[in-house]
Structures are given as C-alpha cells and as structure tokens.
C-alpha cells in the first residue's frame, strides 16, 4: 500500500489554497483516492493556513494523522505543523525568506531549503511565483512526475495562456530539477495507480446531485460554507438550464424556491446554521403547503456567528426541531463526496414523492474539503418523472385529499380546472381555510386532527423510503461506533487502525437521521459490546434523538466542538480507553 | 409544445373559465376597505380575459392576505410578510403565469418591506396590490408602519413617534415601474390602475388606501373622500420622475391617487437568460448525456 501525506502552509493571501489543489489534483489524476483538507480562517489577507493533501492507493475517508511532506511558506507554519512530521518527513523552505533549524524539527524530519525566490525570479519579481517552484521541488518529493503537476498547473489557468503561464510552468520545472539534484525522494512517494480520478467538494458533489435528479432552480444568500454550491451552480446556470438567484436574505431564499416549487420546478436552497435559522418559518410552510423542497444545511461552529471557517454538527437540534408546529421532513447526512450526491439525487427525489421539506444536513468538512471518487461511481441516468400526475376530472379536485400515504395528487398553477389554494393557515382537503370562521366547530375540530394525521403520516413512508442505515466492519466486534454525516470519515479511518491493532470495530451510521429507522438500530445498538458514539458538537445530539426514540443511552461518547475534524487517532485512543476500562 | 405551457396549450376556441368568486365568501367586517379592493382586481382580470387558472394570487398575513381564498385562480396564502419572494419564485418557476400579490401594510411595508425594495429593483414582472388601512386588524389594533404619527393604538397608547413609511415615494426610490396609489372607494378608478398594473411589464405596484372600519378611526372613508384627487385630472405625466417625486411627497389636505409613474425597462425575466428559453416548468431537466460535465473535476 502506497500512502503520502503533504501540507503546505502560509499566510492568507500566500496562495495556499491553489497549491494545495495543485498537489490534490495532480495526486488524484495519478489516479489515487485523496482526501484534501482546507483549513483557513475567516480573513481574506494574513492569518495562518493550510492545505492537507492525503494520498493512497488504499480507501482515503479523512485527512489523516500523518504528515510526511511539509511545504511552508513562513516560519509559523513550521512552528504550528512540524511536531506532526513523522520520520522520513521533509520540510520544503526557502531559506531566503527564513532559516530552519535541526532542533526545530522532530527526530528523523530533513529540512530541505528550496530557493523558490530566487529560481522564481528569473522569470518576474512577482514574489507569488515562488510557490510554481515550491509545488515543483515538493512534486519531486512525492513522487509526482513533472509532466502530471505541469499539466495541472497549465490546466489552471485554462485559456488564459500567456506569460504568466509560462512562467509557472518554468519555475515549477525549475523547482523540480533543483530538488532532483539536491534531495531523495520522500520514503512514501507514491506512483501512478490508475486511471485518473475525479476531485470534487462536498458542496459541487451535492450541485452536481441536485442538477442530476431535477433541480432547476435554486435560491441562496452567501453564507459559509453554503456559497460554493451557488458558484457551482452559478457557473453552470447558462449550460445546463438552471436558473440561480441570489436572494437578498435567506428568508426570501427559501420563499422563492418554495414558489418555484408551487409552479413545478425542482427547487432547492442552500445555507449555514444562522440562515437556517432564517429559514425555519418558510420550512414549516412548505410542510404545510406540502410543497415539494431541498434545503441544504452546510453547519459550521457555532452557536451565533461562532467560528464561520471551522465546522461541527451542531445543528441536528436545530434541523429536528426547525418550525412551530409540527409536519414532516427527513434529514439526510451523507459522509463523502460521492455519498452527498447520491444524497441529493434522493433528497429531490424525497421532497416530490412525499411533498415535503427534505433537509440535506452538511458540514463545513464535508461541504469545502476535497474527495475522490471513481468516474463509474457517478451516473447521470437518474429517473427525472413529470410533475404533472392530476387532469381536471368535473369540479372535484382536492389538492389536500386524504391517501392511505399522506401524499396528495399534486396540480400545478397552470392547469385548467384544477385550480386551489395553497395555504400556510390549516386547510380541509380543498384547501379551504380552517383556520378563522370555521375553527373550534366540532365538523373543523375533527378535520383538523385528520390533516394532521395525513400530513404526519408521511414520516412513515419517509422511513422506509429515506437511505438505510450503513451497517461496517466487524460482524462481532469488540465495540461499535455510531457516527454520522462527515465525522463517520475519520471513523473509518481509526477503524482501519484499529483493525491492524487486532481490535475488530462495527460501524453503525444513520444516513437518514431523522426518521430514524429504529427498527434497524435497535438490534445493532443492544449487542453486549461497548458502544461509542461519536459526534462534533457538545451535547451528542444524534445520541440524545437515539435516547428519545429507542431508549437506547449511549454513555461513551467522544464529543469535539473545537471547531477542527476528528482525527482518526483521537478516535483510536478513546476506543482504547473505553475497551481498557470494560476489560478491567 | 411541451406540457409546461400548460396555460397557452387550451386549442383555440375553447371558453376557458374567467376569474369569479371562489366559494369562500370573504371573512372581512361590514364596511372594509378590502371587498372595493377585491372587487377591482376582479374587474381587472376579467376585462384582461385572463382565464382564471392563469392566474396567481399570492398573499402573506392579515386581514388582506385571505384575499386569494375569495377568487377562483390559483392561489399561494403564504406566511407573514413573504408574499413577494414566493411570487418571484413563482414567476421564475413559469412566466408563462400571471402573478399577483396582495396583503396589507404591516406584511409588505413592516415584516415584508426587505423583500419589497428587493423585487422592485430587480423589476420581476408581477403585480403587487396593497390594501393599506395604515392599522394592524387581525392583531386587533396596533400600529402600522403606515400609521400618521401622534396616532394612538393598542401598541401606541399615547401617540406613534415614528414616520410613517410612504410607500409611494419608496417605491420610486426602489426602481419600480409602475407606480399607483388606488382608494378602495373609488373601485373604478382603482379596477383601471389593477388592469393596469397587470398589462404592465415589469414590478407593477398600486398602494390602495383601504380602510379599517373597526380599529382606525382617523384614515377613514370620509377621512379619504375629502381629501383625494386624481393626478390624472391634475394633469400629472407619467413618464417624469422628477414630477412623480414631487407628488409622491404629497400626503394632507391633497392626497394624489392615480398612476404616479410609468418606465419601460427590462424585466428580470427577459434579463435572465436561462428563461429566454420558455418557462422553466417546461425546460428539460437532468443532466442525461452532459457526461462530459465531470471532465471539469478531473
């Protein structure tokens, strides 16, 4: 198994970002999984970040605990990042711009000074060209052959070719030769393992998902770390026929793509906690409206504005509970890429066969980091059925008719004789009001409890239409972990450490957290091994819902709110720690 | 033609139903303000022969926003203040629709004015009919955003110490097209600047002075009657703004009632291209054979 780990960090402003896909790219075109970790702070120029590139030829799911290749653009990424560098490990520097020293570093990590400036400067003073030659002397470490990284760089500025282009492509040659005549390759460089594979962020993985099952419209307000699925779908709007609004707050976000749905277009918004927050009202209308929604909620840290750029699962409490009252919704949390598209090609396909708000619950990990996925993985050929399922038959449509399933036959604006009134208020079948004049008389009382029920029952069917638990690992393992949405990444990660430790793990992951498909945790979650629930937020709210709905507590938690990922070592060392204790 | 221009695809010749009442009768109080505003937009749509099931009424909350619930078009009761948004939602969804909102001063001038200023900018091509009675009345008597000041109520026992919002002059400074002030006592006049508003392209808005009989006793019909004049009749120009401005500021002794201004500019729907191609209802959808899409992550 090949695996190799490479962090680049700087200041804001340095271009990290950009380096880092340029080694994320050119690592996933050699056709290996990848993970890429994004760390940045909420500042557009200074402040400290970084980029993780981690790839093998092995499953990836987290940015890993590793970091065997460390190209730092300042003197504080090495004071923050080389105590992680294990041995083997090189840091790449410019001594030009400040000085490493052996006692700096952990036992066994080479310092390696590049003069990125100086081979820069042969083509432009432009100090930001250093980094073609740093991503080129670090591409040599890794083992990624100068023509691959080249052409990733070429690739980025796309038509735009010119000088500035050519000058990257020079210093990064430049750079390359220079650490082929000056250092051995990494211990862990890797080699080309097959064909090329696609990179995507969980947020263009779930607009990729959403233009796939239908969507055609989408109304958002900016928000981290929600934009990117606007930009994604902003930059496709004119090819693929999807109509993006800015909205001017999240408020009309939601109300406009609750129109677009009343009109019969696959409709969807996208946002953080605090303009989920916003939303909530809107939330419940589509409920009671039964209007068919999409509503991604990308959590970040909070509570309040709380930490914009770093991410939790804080927001469970607040996606369950969102808006008085109370009507149905399912909560989808895929884990990766690949799992956030497919959840978005069935959070459309949720919201129109029950006709109510499906939330497609995010995290800033999952949302704004980097994943593989396998090009076969994705298909396109996705059931997109016509909105257009009633006819006008005489003068007796009910929109709101009671079905044995709750899901009504829906008409659109539009259509002759089928005309009705969506209502916010409650409403009889016909979607009369019962709401002023008729409320309180015993005929309304009991018609109000029957819509209720009707509307509710839906929850039912979402339960067992909604993605199925995942259920991996050991079949008798000395403890199983319940996780969800993007934490369960670092899970798999410990688990495969834990594995070569002897100690067999189960993985027991909701990718529908609300309705819980009890039926299924119930069994899972009662054998006689330790349970450890595994959560980024301070309360442990999907172990709370499990509480609420099966009385099932789960005691051992590993709880984490300070804003970074898991790392699949911290998830190893508490399962050590509950599995010392039992055994004890 | 696709399914989704479901509004134009009745053949030639059929006698589509045109709007009437719904058989909800309206729940107002004796003497409101809202059955002449009801009664205009009805004689609008009719003498426009739009069939009904081409037509949205969207509304928010307040006595006013059950307005939808009393025509026989399709109809879209929202919750407080967000009748705009969801009837820009709508016309995105299938221009191919006539839109409508209504609702009352405290959902488009309080809870709602954000959205307001919003849509007008943007020019979306819908009508938007305010019953303005200057008084919450489903909430029992607080005060408005449109309430004079010194008014007492529930919430302002010794006075309001707030402007007024003049909904006129914001409207213009917004970027709006079409821009009215209709009387609910003056049906005809104000069934003329509703049809008026609907022919329009572009973010139609008539404020209509419609009063409460039951919590403002100051803004009264007789309050209104003796006060209003038609800037039709005074010789007003449509098309300068800077007049348009001038009477705007009008509100005491005189009050203007007609069409304060009228421009010609593009509407959101004709500026967003993804709609050039047909209502959005009936575009195709998916992305079956853009396989090539995922070169992009490659």
Not at chain 1, 492 to 507: K, S, Y
Request: charged residues 20%; hydrophobic residues 40%; contains cysteine.
């Amino acid at each position: 198994m090949q695996e190799l780990s490479i962090r680049a960090g700087g200041a804001a402003g340095d271009g990290i970002a950009s380096v880092g896909e340029a080694f994320s790219r050119s690592l996933s075109r050699m056709g290996l999984n990848l993970f890429g970790l994004n760390a940045y702070q909420s500042v557009i120029r200074g402040g400290h970040v970084w980029f993780q590139a981690r790839a093998s030829d092995a499953p990836v799911h987290s940015q890993g605990d590793r970091v065997d290749l460390l190209y730092a653009l300042d003197r504080q990424t090495v004071e923050v990042h080389a105590p992680l560098l294990a041995p083997g490990g090189i840091v790449v520097f410019d001594p030009e711009k400040f000085s490493v020293a052996e006692g700096d570093l952990p036992k066994g990590v080479d310092a390696f000074p590049v003069p990125t400036l100086q081979l820069a400067r042969k083509y432009t003073t432009q100090p930001i060209l250093q980094n073609a030659a740093g991503i080129g002397a670090t591409a040599f470490l890794a083992g990624i052959p100068l023509e691959t990284v080249q052409k990733v760089l070429a690739d980025s500025f796309g038509k735009k070719k010119g000088e500035i282009a050519d000058w990257n492509l020079g210093a990064s040659g430049d750079g390359y030769r220079y650490a082929e005549q000056h250092h051995a390759p990494s211990p862990h460089a890797v080699r080309p393992s097959g064909p090329a594979k696609l990179l995507l962020t969980g947020n263009e993985a779930i607009a990729l998902g959403a233009a796939a099952a239908g969507v055609k419209f989408l109304a958002q307000y900016p928000m981290t770390p929600a934009s990117s699925v606007m930009h994604w779908m902003a930059a496709h709007s004119h090819d693929l026929g999807i109509v993006v609004k800015q909205a001017e707050d999240e408020l009309a976000a939601i109300n406009m793509a609750i129109g677009a749905s009343y009109a019969g277009v696959r409709s969807m918004t996208a946002t953080s906690g605090g303009g989920f927050a916003l939303m909530v009202e809107a939330l419940g209308m589509a409920g009671m409206t039964e209007t068919p929604l999409v509503v991604v909620e990308a959590q970040r840290a909070g509570p309040s504005t709380g930490l914009p750029t770093k991410t939790e699962q804080g927001d469970l409490n607040l996606m369950l509970g969102a808006g008085q009252g109370e009507f149905p919704r399912a909560i989808l949390a895929p884990s990766n890429a690949l799992e956030a598209y497919r959840a978005a090609v069935e959070a459309v396909r949720l919201a129109e066969a029950w006709q109510t708000p499906i939330l497609l619950a995010s995290d800033l990990h999952l949302s704004e980091n980097y994943m593989t996925i396998d090009r076969s993985e994705v298909s396109f050929d996705v059931p997109i059925p016509s909105l257009y399922q009633v006819e006008a038959n005489g003068n007796d449509y009910k929109r709101y008719l009671y079905t044995p399933s709750g899901v009504s036959p829906r008409a659109l604006p539009g259509q002759p004789g089928l005309q009705f009134i969506a209502g916010s208020d409650e409403h009889d079948e016909k979607g009369h009001l019962i709401s002023d004049v008729r409320s309180g008389l015993p005929h309304w009382v009991a018609e109000r409890t029957k819509m209720m029920d009707k509307r509710m029952h839906k929850l039912d069917g979402l339960r067992h239409d909604a993605p199925p638990v995942l259920v991996e690992g050991a079949a008798n393992p000395s403890l199983t972990l319940l996780a969800w949405g993007s934490t369960v990444g670092a899970v798999r990660d410990a688990m495969v450490q834990l594995t070569a430790a002897g100690i067999p793990t189960r993985l027991v992951y909701p990718r529908t957290v609300y309705p819980l498909d009890t039926a299924t945790l119930v069994p899972l979650l009662t054998g006689p091994e330790p349970k450890l629930l595994v959560e980024a937020n301070f309360s442990g709210q999907l172990g709370r819902l499990l509480r609420s709905e099966t009385s099932i507590d789960l005691p051992d938690k590993l709880l984490k709110y300070d804003g970074e990922p898991f790392y699949p070592t911290e998830i190893v060392a508490k399962v050590r720690e509950v599995l010392n204790r039992v055994r004890k | 033609m696709s399914e989704s221009s479901v509004q134009a695809a009745a053949p030639v010749g059929t006698p589509l139903p045109l709007i009437g009442k719904s058989d909800t009768k309206p729940t107002w109080c004796p003497g409101c303000g809202d059955y002449g505003v009801i009664a205009a937009i009805e004689m609008a749509v009719k003498r426009l022969k739009l069939p009904s099931h081409t037509v949205v009424l969207v509304s928010g909350i307040g006595c006013s926003s059950n307005l939808p619930h009393f025509l026989s078009s399709y109809g879209f009761h929202a919750i407080h203040g967000r009748a705009l948004p969801v009837a820009e939602g709508i016309r995105w969804g299938n221009h191919g629709l006539t839109v409508i909102a209504t609702g009352g001063d405290g959902d488009g001038y309080g809870i709602g004015a954000g959205h307001l200023v919003h849509a007008m900018r943007r020019n979306v091509d819908l009508t938007y009919v305010t019953m303005n009675n200057q008084i919450y009345g489903l909430t029992t008597g607080q005060a408005s955003p449109t309430s004079m000041l010194g008014q007492k109520t529930k919430s302002t026992p010794t006075g309001v110490i707030e402007n007024p919002i003049d909904p006129v002059s914001l409207a213009l400074a917004s970027g709006a097209t079409y821009i009215a002030r209709g009387f609910s006592g003056d049906v005809k006049q104000l069934a003329d600047l509703v049809a008026g508003a609907i022919t329009h392209k572009g973010f139609a808005f008539v404020d209509t002075m419609s009063p409460c009989v039951t919590y403002n006793k100051i803004n009264t019909f007789d309050f209104f009657r003796q006060r209003v004049y038609k800037l039709e009749a005074a010789g007003h120009d449509p098309t300068n703004l800077v007049t348009a401005w001038e009477r705007s500021l009008e509100w005491g002794e005189k009050i203007p009632t007609g069409l304060f201004y009228r421009a010609e500019r593009p509407t959101y729907e004709e500026l967003e291209e993804v709609l050039s191609a047909g209502p959005l209802v009936g575009q195709p959808a998916g992305l079956k054979g853009r396989e090539s899409l995922l070169d992009e992550f490659l």
